[in-house]
């Protein structure tokens, strides 16, 4: 594995918080809490995963970044769904946490009320997030990463 793997990964784990998200949503959506805690694990490991290979490759690559190489209404609508996954993805984070904190703290009510702004905008972010992948490196590729190189 190399550090130009770890866009790859990172999109993988990102649809796997995705998954697991939907799927929390889902049990909790019905009662299930027990479902919804056993799907909310993997989501936030998944995510946390993410975090630290996101990290990772960028102190490696720095700011230099694959420029998105797509023309026509594509381009709009891609920096748009980019720098909305930007902003949100920096308020996940302490939504996250501050969602989680109650949860240890056995305070249900105010979980559930932070709970509701946090999941739909984590949600969001880790199916961007793939999105952003798949249209920057596989739908839309620079023509360096086109011909192999």
């Not at 959506?29 to 990772?56: D, E, K, N, Q």
């Not at 190489?69 to 609508?77: K, L, N, T, V």
């Not at 720098?83 to 501050?98: D, E, G």
């Not at 949860?103 to 932070?114: G, T, Y």
Request: include cysteine; proline fraction near 5%.
């Amino acid at each position: 594995m190399t550090i130009s793997d770890l866009p790859a990964i990172n999109a993988s784990l990102n649809l796997i918080s995705t998954i697991f998200i939907s799927a929390g949503w889902y049990f909790i959506r019905r009662g299930y809490w027990r479902r919804h805690v056993a799907c909310m694990i993997p989501a936030l490991i998944s995510s946390t995963l993410f975090l630290a290979g996101y990290l990772v490759y960028h102190a490696h690559v720095g700011e230099r970044s694959t420029g998105f190489s797509a023309q026509g209404i594509i381009r709009p609508i891609y920096f748009t769904m980019l720098i909305s996954h930007i902003i949100l993805a920096a308020v996940t984070l302490p939504l996250v946490i501050v969602t989680l904190v109650p949860v240890f703290r056995r305070r249900w009510d105010r979980h559930r009320r932070i709970a509701r702004w946090t999941m739909p905008i984590w949600l969001y972010v880790s199916v961007t997030g793939v999105l952003v992948y798949l249209m920057l490196y596989k739908w839309f590729p620079p023509a360096n990463l086109a011909l192999g190189q």
